[in-house]
């Protein structure tokens, strides 16, 4: 798994869940997550937990299971719930390659 953090993005090569920073540095924006504005640690937080759901077999007794517990407390979210958002596609308009929103799309 490969998380790629650069000053304005984050991308995964095993999600297409992405994060960017929100227009006037206000935060950042992670595709799973919609209308939530997070600051730059719990942002690498949500993406890290769209990478470990991308795997298959998650479940309760899995051994990655209180980290994902962990994981999505600092978001807010129960274990199951943060894997059952996460596993969703991202939304329409969400351009994973680029790490920002498909400008055709909004257009």
Known sequence: ????????????????????QAPGRNGWKVSWLP?????RNTAITAMTLAEVAAKDDLHEGH??????????????????????RA??????GHDHAAGHPDREAAD
């Open 87 to 92: 596993t969703q596609p991202p939304g329409p």
């Open 63 to 84: 051994r990655l299971w209180p980290h994902i517990q962990s994981w999505a407390a600092e978001l807010g979210l129960t274990g199951p719930d943060a894997i059952a």
């Open 35 to 39: 209308g939530q504005a997070l600051d």
């Open 1 to 20: 798994m490969t998380l790629t953090i650069t000053g304005t993005t984050m991308t995964s090569d095993h999600t297409a869940h992405t994060a960017r």
